[in-house]
C-alpha cells in the first residue's frame, strides 16, 4: 500500500489540507500554484467573490491544461509523423536491399556460367589440340562458343556497371535519409 502524505497549505487566506501519494514538496507545489492564480484573479476583478475567484481561477488552470494538452500532442505528432517517414524509408530500403541481394545472386549465377564456359573452351582447345585433324568441322562451333563467352562477359560486365549504379542510387537514398533526418 503506498504511504499518503498530507500537508497544509494556504490558498487566498485559508488553510487547505492536501493529502497525495506525492511528495510533500509536490503537495506545497500545487497548493502554491492555485493560491498564486487565485491571487491573479483577486487583483485582477476585487469586487469577486471568493467563490466567482475560485470558478475564474478553475476556468484558468483548464485553460492552460487544455494550451498543454495540445502542445504535447502537436510535440507528439512532430515526434511520430518522422518516425512514420523513417519506417516508410526503412521498408523501402529493405525492398531495394532485397532487389540488389536478387540481383548479386543473378549475378553470381552468370558467374558461375562463365566459369562454366570457361572451363568448357579449355576443354575444347585441349581437345583441339589432340584432334585437330578430325575437329576441323568443328571450327565453327568453337568461334560459337566464343561468341557467346564474349556475350556472356559483356552481360557480366553490364551487370557490374548496374549493380555499381545501384549501389550508388542506394548510398544516394541513405544520404537523402540522413539529411531528412537532420532537417
Do not use: H
Amino acid at each position: 500500500m503506498e504511504t499518503k502524505n498530507k500537508v497544509i497549505v494556504r490558498i487566498n487566506g485559508q488553510d487547505y489540507p492536501i493529502i497525495g501519494i506525492e511528495s510533500k514538496e509536490y503537495l506545497l507545489k500545487i497548493g502554491n500554484y492555485v493560491d498564486e492564480q487565485m491571487d491573479a484573479v483577486a487583483k485582477n476583478n476585487s469586487k469577486l467573490s471568493i467563490s466567482m475567484i475560485a470558478v475564474l481561477t478553475c476556468i484558468n488552470i483548464a485553460d492552460q491544461f487544455f494550451k498543454l494538452q495540445k502542445q504535447l500532442e502537436t510535440v507528439t505528432k512532430e515526434q511520430v509523423d518522422p518516425l512514420n517517414k523513417l519506417e516508410n524509408i526503412r521498408e523501402q530500403y529493405n525492398i531495394v536491399l532485397k532487389e540488389l541481394e536478387e540481383k548479386r545472386e543473378s549475378l553470381q549465377l552468370l558467374q558461375k556460367q562463365v566459369e562454366e564456359l570457361m572451363t568448357y573452351k579449355q576443354e575444347v582447345q585441349e581437345e583441339n589440340i589432340q584432334l585437330k585433324e578430325k575437329l576441323q568441322s568443328k571450327d565453327q562451333d568453337l568461334i560459337n562458343a566464343e561468341n557467346i563467352i564474349n556475350d556472356l562477359q559483356n552481360k557480366l560486365f553490364e551487370n557490374r556497371i548496374a549493380l555499381v549504379q545501384l549501389e550508388k542510387q542506394l548510398e544516394e537514398q541513405q544520404n537523402d535519409k540522413e539529411i531528412n533526418k537532420s532537417e
